[in-house]
């Protein structure tokens, strides 16, 4: 414990605060405006009031013209007629009446917003399959063509479903490549069989 005595607080309390008569005076500007030297400008006298008239206040304002008529729209061109696109249901030579089928449905084609994209993106990724599956037999590894060339085979004929030129030749060629690679294991164990 200290033994000394505290000491007050000082907040400013016991300050007086300038009063508003002791702002110093500031100096006269030295920059005066271009209308400081334009004489006084007098308003007009308000008009003196003059005896009510009685009349209207739109008394001295002109009617206008009456509207002119105009002449009447002329009247619409008449619809043109065209052919049917189908045959008109009735009778036509002998036999029962001759009823038009189903209209002929003609969708709208779908406008395409925003970039159009026709990269064969299935082609590309078969072809890709493809290397895989040359790169994994020129080292002489087997695994990475079981996988690769079954999968490069669908990507293939899913690619050529969806209309990519491509996408025949990418299945065809991942074909072979897996029947080279069975061809290469076949011939591999026949070679290691015989020694």
């Known amino acids: 414990m200290s033994t000394e005595p505290e000491r007050p607080v000082e907040l400013g309390k016991d300050q007086v605060a300038p009063r508003v008569q002791d702002a110093p005076?500031?100096?006269?500007?030295t920059q005066r405006m271009w209308t400081d030297n334009l004489p006084p400008t007098e308003l007009p006298p308000p008009p003196a009031p003059g005896p009510a008239r009685a009349e209207a206040p739109w008394a001295g304002i002109e009617r206008p013209a009456p509207p002119v008529e105009l002449p009447p729209y002329p009247p619409p061109p008449p619809?043109?007629?065209y052919p049917p696109r189908y045959p008109v249901p009735g009778q036509v030579?002998?036999?029962?009446?001759?009823y038009p089928g189903p209209l002929p449905y003609q969708p709208m084609p779908?406008?395409?917003?925003?970039?159009?994209?026709?990269t064969p993106i299935w082609s590309?990724?078969?072809?890709?399959c493809v290397a895989a599956s040359v790169l994994g037999g020129a080292m002489l590894c087997g695994l990475p063509i079981l996988v690769t060339a079954p999968t490069g085979i669908v990507l293939g004929l899913v690619g050529h479903a969806k209309g990519e030129q491509?996408?025949?030749w990418a299945a065809i060629a991942n074909g072979v490549v897996a029947a080279l690679a069975a061809l290469v294991v076949v011939l591999f164990v026949v070679a290691v069989g015989s020694i």
């Open 25 to 29: 005076v500031l100096p006269e500007p």
């Open 79 to 81: 619809a043109p007629v």
């Open 93 to 98: 030579g002998y036999g029962t009446p001759r």
């Open 110 to 118: 779908m406008r395409r917003y925003g970039y159009a994209d026709d």
């Open 124 to 128: 590309i990724i078969s072809f890709c």
């Open 166 to 168: 491509m996408g025949k």
